[in-house]
T-cell receptor, first 112, second 112 residues
Framework: NAGVTQTPKFRILKIGQSMTLQCAQDMNHNYMYWYRQDPGMGLKLIYYSVGAGITDKGEVPNGYNVSRSTTEDFPLRLELAAPSQTSVYFC???????????FGSGTRLTVV | GNSVTQMEGPVTLSEEAFLTINCTYTATGYPSLFWYVQYPGEGLQLLLKATKADDKGSNKGFEATYRKETTSFHLEKGSVQVSDSAVYFCALSDSGNTPLVFGKGTRLSVIA
């Protein structure tokens, strides 16, 4: 009963470094999402995917990239990390948007 | 565009008090509406949902009724417990393929 698994749970990056946040789900969901959560600001959508090979930008895509080569995995790539990317990142998956999402436990990223 | 507005927190209540967290929305068409809950250090979990006007979603003693005439989906619970302390998010989706739009969240603290 793994659900949505995110790694790592915590990470500190220096300005200009790159990293990939991993997200995997074992529920055979077609839809997957990346959100960032900033204090008092709710969740903002970064990218989403409606199936393998298909990705779309959300509200705040700048500075990020994604790929969806398999149904299970949806990694989020940060290139040239900036302090503004300090946040908690959540991956989620669903059958459809109005079926309800299953969220991972999050990755807390600090850029210094 | 679509949006969700929640009452600002934090909300602090004594155990067994009545809870209301207000949520109103703006959307085209007939959205599906959701409440999610986030316990400290965890990802979001679906609490309840309603997919059409006058539907009532319920779970764990929480209820919310989809009111199209007032574009609202207020969350209520008759008697809160300390274990209900969390952040609550209202969200909507205006179609099966559209990612959820979240409100900013309302932090609830219940004291014994």
């Amino acid at each position: 009963n793994a659900g949505v698994t995110q790694t790592p749970k915590f990470r500190i990056l220096k300005i200009g470094q790159s990293m990939t946040l991993q997200c995997a789900q074992d529920m055979n969901h077609n839809y997957m999402y990346w959100y960032r959560q900033d204090p008092g600001m709710g969740l903002k959508l970064i990218y989403y995917s409606v199936g393998a090979g298909i990705t779309d930008k959300g509200e705040v895509p700048n500075g990020y990239n994604v790929s969806r080569s398999t149904t299970e995995d949806f990694p989020l790539r940060l290139e040239l990390a900036a302090p503004s990317q300090t946040s908690v990142y959540f991956c989620a998956s669903s059958w459809t948007a109005n079926y309800g999402y299953t969220f991972g436990s999050g990755t807390r990223l600090t850029v210094v | 565009g679509n949006s969700v507005t929640q009452m600002e927190g934090p909300v602090t209540l004594s155990e067994e008090a009545f809870l209301t967290i207000n949520c109103t929305y703006t959307a085209t068409g007939y959205p599906s509406l959701f409440w999610y809950v986030q316990y400290p250090g965890e990802g979001l979990q679906l609490l309840l949902k309603a997919t059409k006007a006058d539907d009532k979603g319920s779970n764990k003693g929480f209820e919310a009724t989809y009111r199209k005439e007032t574009t609202s989906f207020h969350l209520e619970k008759g008697s809160v417990q300390v274990s209900d302390s969390a952040v609550y998010f209202c969200a909507l989706s205006d179609s099966g393929n559209t990612p959820l739009v979240f409100g900013k969240g309302t932090r609830l603290s219940v004291i014994a």
